[in-house]
């Protein structure tokens, strides 16, 4: 089962937030669409979902069609996962 993550541990983590444009989406949850995720290769990447706080890994083809999904238990499978794919020491 999932674990959530909060967000001040996804920033300090180091993941991008993109911003973006959607009016629905803003008259229905009052704050601004964002994608947070952080790049670990050029087809495998970490998404974090604002609205659950929960995280997946994602492996996705050139045409970034996604091929698999992994859910991520909890911080400290995150911060392995991380470790794994970077150089980056987290603890």
Same mark, same amino acid.
Not at 65 to 70: D, G
């Given at each position: 089962?999932?674990e %959530?993550?909060?967000?001040?541990? /996804? ?5 991008? *937030?993109d911003?973006?444009?959607d @009016? $629905? ?6 704050y ?5 995720? %952080?790049?670990?290769?050029?087809n /495998? ?5 604002? *609205?659950?706080?929960?995280a997946? @890994? $994602?492996r996705?083809?050139?045409?970034h ?7 991520v ?7 392995e ?11």
């Open positions: 089962m999932q %959530k993550i909060i967000y001040s541990d /996804i920033m300090a983590l180091e993941f991008n *937030e911003y973006q444009d @009016l $629905i989406y803003f008259e229905e949850f009052g601004d669409y964002v994608i947070i995720t %952080k790049k670990l290769t050029d /495998i990447f970490i998404d974090w979902a604002k *609205e659950t706080q929960f997946q @890994l $994602i996705h083809d050139t045409d069609t996604i091929k698999k999904q992994y859910p238990k909890n911080l400290k499978e995150l911060k996962i991380i470790n794994f794919f970077t150089d980056d020491i987290l603890y």
